[in-house]
């Protein structure tokens, strides 16, 4: 089962709450495929509350032992440089515990930002959710 996430710029809210999306949030879907999370961003991913809302996902999920998360950016409007941040920071989390973090269907936009920071050469990214999660095995 899918739990939802949204983050609204001045609060963070509970995963099995929501609230109203405003144009400077990010919405947060979770689910598994094959033993491996996959967190559906979609919005904008700013910082501020992202950043406390996504690093608290990512705890839980270590928690109850999922160390493998695909980050899908199918849905994400735009990413700036404290929502690099954001996804460095979760990199580094998920390496820590001995898990990894990757991209899934980045646009060509988002791209762009990766490439011109030199973070496409971090985060392994892909097209096909199948081809992401067996990239785990």
């Known amino acids: 089962m ?12 509970c995963p099995w709450h929501t609230i109203s999306q405003s144009e400077h949030t990010v919405k947060i879907k979770e689910r598994k495929r ?11 991913l700013m910082g501020g509350p992202d950043a406390d809302a996504f690093d608290e996902i990512l705890k839980n999920l270590i928690h109850q032992g999922s160390r493998n998360v695909i980050v899908s950016m199918e849905k994400v409007k735009w990413v700036n440089s404290t929502g690099l941040g954001i996804l460095i920071s979760g990199y580094t989390t998920l390496k820590k515990s001995g898990g990894e973090l990757k991209l899934l269907k980045v646009s060509d936009r988002i791209e762009s930002i990766f490439i011109v920071s030199k973070l496409f050469t971090v985060f392994k990214s892909f097209e096909d959710e199948a081809e992401a999660v067996q990239s785990f095995s």
């Not at 739990?3 to 609204?8: A, D, L, Q, T, Y």
């Open 2 to 13: 899918a739990r939802i996430f949204r983050v609204e710029q001045a609060r963070i809210c």
């Open 34 to 44: 094959d033993g491996v999370v996959i967190l559906e961003m979609s919005g904008k």
